[in-house]
């Protein structure tokens, strides 16, 4: 009577067949063997790697290689914040600018994994801000786009265990994922999660939010016209230039210093007093900024397109 053979004669029997696969063939090859069960495929591995063949390597390898394609593949990107706040039921995603984009209540049918705990509303948050970027790429017509998702949940940005859903959304949808970390007071979403009404994820002009990479925003002629006794000197000092226009003068990224675009301050909604303290909140800083001028920008009726230009230090001279 003959014995029953083990998984490491199936290995060896096989091996020159074997070597000849990628890892998926080896997994396809472990299925029809009878050999995909947990502990069955731990085994069939151990065995490969006896003869040389390191199944993990050649996955990883092959996770590698596509996720360099996709990059390669990447001419645009867009950047967006997400929040959630079990509290409320509510969630919220803003744009690189700040802008909300899409924000209300969870429902019972989200797919998104949401339970009314905290944690399960960031992640069901983040998940949505994947979504909202693949329809924006759609809309710009671009297959593949890189996304910057900026959380306050910092534990979302390892992208393993629970956020290991993330990377797998993201690989589905096209989206080259980079997950950075900011403070929750800072997170332009947060006040969103708490605001009554909504705002549906089709309301505003979904291609615009996806841009070159890399490329400067279109320049502009800034006609810059001050109103001295507006604003008090020592906010202004020599950052502004009665009526003069600064040239070509990009929109600032994250990182960039900023200038005030005084002539749309001046035109804005708020007082002498708010111009001045945004002013002083804004002028040589860099985006995100304070929670107080973000609360000035919104009073204002403007966006900080029209309210913030690239700093270029040679206009204080």
Same mark, same amino acid.
């Given at each position: 009577?003959?014995?029953?053979?083990?998984i490491?004669?199936?290995?060896?029997?096989?091996?020159? &067949?074997?070597?000849?696969?990628?890892?998926?063939?080896?997994?396809?090859?472990?299925?029809?063997?009878g050999?995909?069960?947990?502990?069955?495929?731990?085994?069939?591995?151990?065995? $490969?790697?006896?003869?040389? *063949?390191d199944?993990?390597?050649?996955?990883? =390898?092959?996770?590698?290689?596509?996720? &360099?394609? $996709?990059?390669?593949a990447?001419?645009?990107? *867009?950047?967006?914040?997400?929040?959630?706040?079990?509290?409320?039921?509510?969630?919220?995603?803003?744009?690189?600018?700040?802008?909300?984009?899409?924000? =209300?209540?969870?429902?019972?049918?989200?797919r998104?994994?949401?339970n009314?705990?905290?944690?399960?509303?960031?992640?069901?948050?983040?998940? @949505?801000?994947?979504?909202?970027?693949?329809?924006?790429?759609?809309?710009? =017509?671009?297959?593949?786009?890189?996304l910057?998702?900026? !959380?306050?949940?910092?534990?979302?940005?390892?992208?393993?265990?629970?956020?290991?859903?993330?990377?797998?959304?993201?690989?589905?949808?096209?989206?080259?994922?980079?997950? &950075?970390?900011?403070?929750?007071?800072?997170?332009?979403?947060d006040?969103?999660?708490?605001?009554?009404?909504?705002?549906?994820?089709?309301?505003?002009?979904?291609?615009?939010?996806?841009?070159?990479?890399?490329?400067?925003?279109?320049?502009?002629?800034?006609?810059? !016209?001050?109103?001295?006794?507006?604003?008090?000197?020592?906010?202004?000092?020599? @950052?502004?230039?009665?009526?003069?226009? *600064?040239p070509?003068?990009?929109?600032?990224?994250?990182? &960039?210093k900023?200038?005030?675009? $005084?002539?749309?301050?001046?035109s804005?909604? $708020?007082?002498?007093?708010?111009?001045?303290?945004?002013?002083?909140?804004?002028?040589?800083?860099?985006?995100?900024?304070?929670?107080?001028?973000t609360?000035?920008?919104?009073?204002?009726?403007?966006?900080?397109?029209?309210?913030?230009?690239?700093? *270029?230090?040679?206009?204080?001279?």
């Amino acid at each position: 009577m003959k014995s029953k053979l083990t998984i490491k004669d199936k290995v060896t029997a096989a091996i020159n &067949e074997l070597r000849g696969m990628n890892h998926g063939q080896l997994f396809q090859w472990s299925r029809e063997n009878g050999l995909d069960s947990r502990a069955g495929f731990s085994a069939f591995k151990k065995a $490969l790697l006896a003869n040389g *063949i390191d199944y993990d390597a050649l996955r990883s =390898g092959h996770q590698a290689a596509k996720a &360099e394609a $996709l990059t390669a593949a990447c001419t645009h990107e *867009i950047t967006l914040y997400s929040d959630a706040k079990a509290s409320c039921d509510r969630f919220a995603i803003c744009d690189e600018d700040g802008e909300v984009v899409w924000y =209300g209540r969870f429902f019972d049918d989200d797919r998104d994994g949401y339970n009314g705990e905290q944690s399960s509303g960031e992640l069901s948050a983040a998940l @949505k801000a994947l979504w909202f970027a693949r329809q924006a790429a759609n809309a710009a =017509g671009q297959q593949a786009v890189k996304l910057t998702l900026i !959380v306050d949940a910092q534990w979302l940005c390892s992208l393993s265990g629970k956020p290991a859903i993330l990377a797998q959304a993201a690989k589905r949808m096209n989206l080259d994922l980079t997950m &950075e970390w900011i403070r929750g007071t800072s997170n332009p979403a947060d006040k969103w999660t708490t605001a009554t009404g909504f705002k549906k994820w089709n309301d505003g002009d979904l291609a615009s939010l996806i841009t070159v990479i890399g490329a400067e925003p279109v320049k502009k002629q800034v006609a810059v !016209v001050v109103e001295v006794e507006a604003v008090p000197a020592s906010v202004v000092e020599t @950052k502004a230039v009665s009526t003069a226009v *600064i040239p070509s003068m990009p929109q600032p990224r994250r990182g &960039e210093k900023c200038a005030v675009v $005084l002539a749309a301050l001046q035109s804005s909604e $708020l007082t002498v007093e708010e111009r001045a303290e945004f002013i002083a909140l804004v002028e040589g800083g860099c985006h995100p900024f304070p929670e107080k001028a973000t609360a000035l920008k919104n009073k204002s009726g403007l966006t900080w397109s029209q309210l913030t230009v690239k700093m *270029i230090e040679e206009v204080a001279a």
